[in-house]
């Protein structure tokens, strides 16, 4: 079955720590996106991504960075930079940018 | 400045009447709309879309309307059903002399559908 999976489903942050936010797309799509929930708030963008090897950023971009090495992949990672770190981060991939965009499950990141 | 707005945070109808969600926008670049349904730790899932060409699309008990003029859009389910209960999100794509923007999150409203 074709899909996004993302990985962990929760994660935990000490302070000053960075960690990685897994994304990976079988759905063949060109663009991949990262955007963050907080309670009660709409989704933000932090960054896109239209092809491998390129990326943009988004919304609320500062305290993160992202890699595009692979179509596949697109890890998020949440660096010590971030001061507040604690959402709900979903990672998305579209065919083109701003198609109909498909979302995986999502990575619940607290800090310790 | 919210460019998408959800102004209900929550709605509550019985089951099977109708639901009615809201959404307005202020960008009149935006030319293209979705409503994506989500649950609880879960990831959004599309519901329905409308061009700004049109102003309704139907998809079974689903029905998305656009008024271009008042920069306004719904979503109707009939009959609405409890396992509709989600938080629904608007979202708006802002097309730039032929070129598609990112698309823009209103905040999400929370339908309860009680039995």
């Known amino acids: 079955d074709g899909g996004i999976t993302q990985s962990p489903k929760y994660l935990f942050r000490k302070e000053g720590q960075n960690v990685t936010l897994s994304c990976e797309q079988n759905?063949?799509?060109?663009?991949m996106y990262w955007y963050r929930q907080d309670p009660g708030q709409g989704l933000r963008l932090i960054y896109y991504?239209?092809?491998?090897?390129?990326?943009q950023k988004g919304d609320i971009a500062e305290g993160y960075s992202v890699s595009r090495e692979k179509k596949e992949s697109f890890p998020l990672t949440v660096t010590s930079a971030q001061k507040n770190p604690t959402a709900f981060y979903l990672c998305?991939?579209?065919?083109?940018?701003?198609?109909?965009?498909?979302f995986g499950s999502g990575t619940q990141l607290s800090v310790l | 400045d919210q460019q998408v707005k959800q102004n209900s945070p929550s709605l509550s109808v019985q089951e099977g009447r109708i639901s009615i969600l809201n959404c307005d926008y202020t960008?009149?670049?935006?030319?293209?709309f979705l409503w994506y349904k989500k649950y609880p730790a879960e990831g959004p899932t599309f519901l329905i879309s409308i061009s700004s060409i049109k102003d309704k699309n139907e998809d079974g008990r689903f029905t998305v309307f656009l008024n271009k003029s008042a920069k306004h859009l719904s979503l109707h389910i009939v009959p609405s059903q409890p396992g509709d209960s989600a938080v629904y999100f608007c979202a708006a794509s802002p097309n730039y002399g032929g070129s598609q923007g990112n698309l823009i999150f209103g905040k999400g409203t929370k339908l309860s559908v009680k039995p």
């Open positions: 960008n009149s670049m935006f030319d293209y």
């Open positions: 759905l063949n799509h060109d663009a």
């Open positions: 991504s239209q092809i491998v090897n390129d990326f």
């Open positions: 998305a991939s579209s065919i083109g940018q701003n198609e109909k965009l498909f």
